[in-house]
T-cell receptor, first 118, second 113 residues
């Protein structure tokens, strides 16, 4: 089946620093990828839709200048958490539809990145 | 936009019994309803899904039913086993919203041996 990878799997950083998370589709091309954030014992909350070759679409309440998204190729999207603070500590998960968003395909998730901001 | 509600939030069952989780959605244009299983610290894994042109789908011990009129869908797990213990999420896709999935709040299922 389709595979989505993420790197790193976990990261610990100091408050005020920036952290970049990579999301790759390994065996298919994804014109659209999604970034979610999941706090402990909560559901997945969509942060933004990453669009290859164009600007990301952010959900209401998500600061686009704080969560920078770049979708430079059909297999790679990156999320940069800028000037991270302890409240940004969370589990960040990316996902992609197979075949780039066709109506009847599955959405596969990456393994997630655990971010801890000290 | 789409809103998905999921009940119950926690479910404890005896091994061998059945578990049922229900979700309701708000947008009648939603056309795809997946169910994900998430173990602690891991990614959500698709366990079953159903399209809006189907009323029921079954895969071994897992089944999903969809009632478009009432705008609700349910996950049924029969003959539960301890390895079924996890958090289960339902979701709905509204194509006009850019193929985004809206997730329910999750159900923590505990299967007691």
């Amino acid at each position: 089946g389709a595979v989505v990878s993420q790197h790193p799997s976990w990261v610990i950083c100091k408050s005020g620093t920036s952290v970049k998370i990579e999301c790759r589709s390994l065996d298919f091309q994804a014109t659209t990828m999604f970034w979610y954030r999941q706090f402990p014992k909560q559901s997945l909350m969509l942060m933004a839709t990453s669009n290859e070759g164009s600007k990301a679409t952010y959900e209401q309440g998500v600061e686009k200048d704080k969560f920078l998204i770049n979708h430079a190729s059909l297999t790679l999207s990156t999320l940069t958490v800028t000037s991270a603070h302890p409240e940004d500590s969370s589990f960040y998960i990316c996902s992609a539809w197979t075949s780039g968003g066709a109506a009847y395909n599955e959405q596969f998730f990456g393994p997630g990145t655990r971010l801890t901001v000290l | 936009g789409e809103n998905v509600e999921q009940h119950p939030s926690t479910l404890s069952v005896q091994e061998g019994d059945s578990a049922v989780i229900k979700c309701t959605y708000s947008d009648s244009a939603s056309n795809y309803f997946p169910w994900y299983k998430q173990e602690l610290g891991k990614r959500p894994q698709l366990i079953i899904d159903i399209r809006s042109n189907v009323g029921e789908k079954k895969d071994q011990r897992i089944a999903v039913t969809l009632n478009k009129t009432a705008k609700h869908f349910s996950l049924h797990i029969t003959e539960t086993q301890p390895e079924d213990s996890a958090v289960y999420f339902c979701a709905a896709k509204y194509k006009a919203a850019g193929n985004k999935l809206t997730f329910g709040g999750g159900t923590r299922v505990l299967v007691k041996p």
